[in-house]
């Protein structure tokens, strides 16, 4: 106990330091470095220091979330899509049932543990709801029944024998038929064949076939190949085109939401994946939030089409509300 306290305190004093360390003379602010494209999916990364892995879970996480705060007279306003992956699944593979659910403004966790287990959606339990969280998100993305077995125990403590994972992974499926026909498409396929164009002192220039998976708006990611097969794991070929078409949406987003305020006492200072933050006149706070709630709908709506997107917006004094 004595070892895991004291390497609780030296990772957040290491956290902290880097912070302070990094602290600009000029303003008293901390300027993180971001990139665009750096990742593979797209998602925008960061560092320098890494603006995306504040702390939000531990007992530690609301202590250091209270240090981050606004400059006198600003407030928070931070907005985040509300699960966004499930969402662009749901477009992506065009299954019905989780379309519709999202049309209806169903629970999808909810609606999953209620085919899971039986029962009606009303009498799911929050143990068996959590469970059904863990599955969403991993078997949209290939999750086995061991992993999706060892999750649900190490996340939520809730024991699940390897034959009732196997078997709540088979229901899972057999629910959403077409995440699974999408997935299969994603295999044999492997996205579609593009041109890429090498260059090498013995041959000159030249070009080669590669496979390549897209986003919803195009954007490619291309295998390389590596002998005669494609270096890629299935978690790669289900996930780039999800997390991909996440990562165009809140670009999309920050472009509309600059242009709105750049000419403003307003600024956005981060972005985490599905989230954005923005630093924002107190007196304004509410209306800006509604202005970033506003356009993340509408654009994710507009992507997605016909799965609705909906985004939460709060003001905040500090990262830990």
């Known amino acids: 106990m004595r070892n895991a306290g004291y390497r609780r305190v030296s990772h957040n004093l290491a956290f902290l330091n880097n912070w302070l360390e990094r602290v600009s003379p000029a303003d008293g602010r901390v300027h993180p470095q971001y990139f665009q494209i750096q990742s ?49 699944m749901a477009r992506l593979s065009g299954d019905r049932a989780m379309q ?45 029944a061991r992993t999706l077995q060892s999750r649900v125990l190490s996340d939520y403590g809730i024991f699940m024998s390897a034959d009732e994972a196997e078997q709540a992974k088979e229901r899972f499926f057999s629910c959403y038929e077409g995440v699974r026909e999408w997935q299969e498409r994603q295999v044999s396929e492997m996205g579609y064949t593009v041109q890429h164009h090498f260059h090498n002192c013995i041959q000159g220039f030249f070009t080669l076939p590669l496979t390549a998976t897209t986003t919803l708006l195009g954007r490619r990611r291309i295998w390389p190949r590596f002998g005669t097969g494609i270096r890629a794991s299935r978690f790669q070929m289900y996930n780039t085109p999800c997390q991909g078409t996440g990562a165009d949406l809140i670009k999309l987003v920050m472009c509309e939401v600059y242009e709105k305020i750049s000419s ?45 997107v909906k985004a939460e917006a709060r003001v905040m004094d500090t990262l830990a509300e």
Request: proline content about 6%; charged content about 25%; overall charge neutral.
């Open 264 to 308: 403003e006492q307003a600024r956005i200072i981060n972005s985490i994946h599905d989230e954005i933050l923005l630093e924002v006149p107190e007196e304004r706070a509410a209306e800006y939030a509604g202005m970033l709630k506003e356009i993340m709908e509408r654009i994710g709506s507009e992507l997605l089409y016909p799965v609705p």
């Open 100 to 144: 519709e659910a999202f049309q209806s403004g169903i629970d999808l966790h909810r609606l999953t543990a209620s085919r899971i287990a039986g029962v009606p959606v009303e009498q799911v339990t929050d143990a068996q709801r959590r469970a059904a969280k863990v599955m969403n998100f991993l078997l949209i993305y290939g999750g086995s």
């Open 40 to 88: 593979a999916t797209g998602r925008i990364s960061s560092k320098r220091p890494n603006a995306q892995q504040i702390p939000s879970t531990g007992e530690d996480a609301p202590a250091i979330r209270r240090l981050f705060s606004p400059a006198p007279g600003k407030k928070f306003v931070k907005a985040d899509l509300s699960n966004i992956e499930l969402r662009i």
